[in-house]
């Protein structure tokens, strides 16, 4: 358990955890499991079902009111135009709120990857004492031992048993330079070899910095999105709050997709700062021992003890053994050889071997667990208090975001509907029709006009008065002209 975290991770910890059969699940962080991601899917669902049923209600309030054209008072409509003002500054804030969580957990994220890449370091740092000190012996050490060895075994001395023991001596310190210091050194280096994460670290900073600025640069269109709104009210613009009413569904959907996104991220994130240690020992474990990972992440003797414990105590008497026996090797040539033939090689070799047990004693203290146990706990602390900070302001930033949204849609739409087009266009102030008096465009006036049915209708070719040659007059379809009639006689 992380000692230094915020209170938003015992909250969020406490979110039910179950599986599709509404059974409650394990809520230890295990995002390979297929129950776990389950469990994280259905709290993910939440925010989504909100979205689908938010759309449901707007559909359905939308096919109520498309074809309702009734008039509507001016003072209901100013109503409406300060509630969108209100509501789109109250939406600015909230999406304010994503940048301030964004800079959190921008600031957690690099202090983690700092702390992490100083790990690296000191692994990387390990592995080169490693790789120095086989290098000291096998191309320093051996090849004096051995060059001595021939200088010994070519000069013949009169005492058959001191030479004996001089080669014997000689042998056992091959021995313990080859079979024992180097194995044991060779060991150490194959089991902290494989826990170098500079890739891990690479990608992280690259990652991060593209979250970083993505999240800006969103935050920052949704917005320009908020103030098309404001923008069509001050103008009075029907096209333009039409246009907020497609552009701000998208953000409402994009809104409740990134509130489900963080929702998730903070319940696993909540699961994981609770008990990160049986998780990253499980990982840790392809790269390197299970009990290597335990000691550096407890750093606690009594539970884990050192796993290196006892190869560096193997390493360092074989070293002991090694100076021990030079000793005693110099002071018996110093009696039974030349000085000037011999000091010049064993004064090398000894410098060399006194070297070489310097850099096991650095690879010892580079092996204890304090320091990189402390930089450890310091990226537990950065991750579970001002990145889980962070992560919970973005959460609440766009939850309140896509329901203001939602009701800024809402109330668009309630607003665009009952704007008349030509309003739109209209500068404030100006009459809604000009130069047409009181003439009314709704109350058109019926003409009723008494027609002969023998009569051509109104613009027919074959008419002569002007006053039935008027727009929207026809001529029946069986309608016909009857011939002249002769004048009677007498009449002329």
């Not at 259905?42 to 054209?69: E, Q």
């Not at 100076?323 to 110099?330: C, D, M, R």
């Not at 096991?360 to 706990?377: E, I, W």
Request: proline letters at 5%; hydrophobic letters at 40%.
């Amino acid at each position: 358990m992380v000692r230094d975290r915020v209170f938003w991770v015992d909250w969020f910890h406490l979110t039910p955890h179950i599986n599709l059969t509404l059974h409650p699940v394990n809520s230890s962080f295990n995002p390979f499991s297929p129950v776990y991601q389950e469990s994280l899917g259905i709290i993910g669902s939440v925010p989504a079902g909100l979205l689908i049923v938010t759309l449901l209600v707007l559909l359905l309030y939308l096919l109520t009111r498309c074809c309702d054209n009734r008039p509507r008072k001016p003072g209901s409509i100013t109503c409406l135009k300060v509630t969108l003002v209100l509501f789109a500054i109250l939406t600015l804030g909230a999406l304010g709120v994503s940048v301030w969580g964004n800079e959190e957990v921008h600031e957690g994220v690099t202090r983690t990857i700092h702390s992490l890449d100083t790990i690296n370091s000191m692994v990387h740092s390990l592995s080169n004492k490693t790789h120095f000190f086989g290098k000291t012996i096998r191309s320093e050490v051996q090849p004096q031992l051995n060059i001595f060895k021939e200088i010994i075994q070519s000069t013949q001395i009169e005492n058959e048993t001191v030479g004996m023991y001089l080669h014997e001596s000689l042998h056992f310190m091959q021995g313990n330079i080859s079979e024992v210091l180097l194995i044991n050194v060779k060991d150490i280096d194959a089991m902290v070899s494989g826990a170098e994460i500079g890739g891990l670290v690479r990608v992280g900073k690259r990652c991060e910095l593209g979250r970083w600025v993505s999240t800006l640069g969103l935050t920052g269109l949704l917005m320009m999105v908020v103030l098309v709104v404001i923008i069509g009210v001050a103008r009075h613009s029907r096209c333009t709050l039409i246009t907020f009413s497609v552009l701000g569904l998208l953000a409402m959907i994009l809104c409740w997709g990134l509130t489900s996104l963080y929702l998730v991220a903070s319940v696993g994130l909540a699961d994981w700062c609770m008990e990160p240690n049986p998780f990253l020992e499980e990982q840790l474990r392809g790269v390197g021992s299970r009990k290597v990972a335990g000691y550096y992440l407890h750093c606690d003797p009594r539970t884990h003890p050192s796993p290196f414990t006892k190869y560096l105590t193997h390493a360092q008497k074989a070293g002991d053994l090694v100076i021990e026996s030079l000793a005693n090797v110099t002071r018996i040539v110093d009696v039974y050889y030349e000085r000037k033939k011999i000091h010049p090689r064993l004064d090398l070799l000894n410098a060399n071997v006194i070297q070489s047990q310097r850099s096991l004693g650095g690879v010892a203290d580079l092996l204890k667990c304090q320091t990189l146990h402390h930089h450890y706990n310091t990226a537990l602390s950065a991750t579970c208090h001002q990145t889980m900070s962070g992560v919970v302001y973005l959460l609440l930033s766009a939850a309140g975001s896509a329901l203001l949204f939602t009701i800024l849609v809402w109330f668009t739409s309630h607003t665009w509907i009952y704007l008349n087009h030509n309003d739109g266009l209209r500068p404030p102030g100006a009459p809604r029709h000009k130069n047409l008096g009181n003439f009314s465009p709704r109350a058109e006036p019926r003409v009723c006009e008494e027609r002969d049915q023998f009569l051509p209708g109104r613009g027919s070719r074959g008419g002569t008065l002007t006053s039935l040659s008027g727009p929207g007059y026809s001529r029946p379809r069986h309608s016909h002209t009857p011939p002249q009639t002769p004048p009677f006689p007498g009449t002329l």
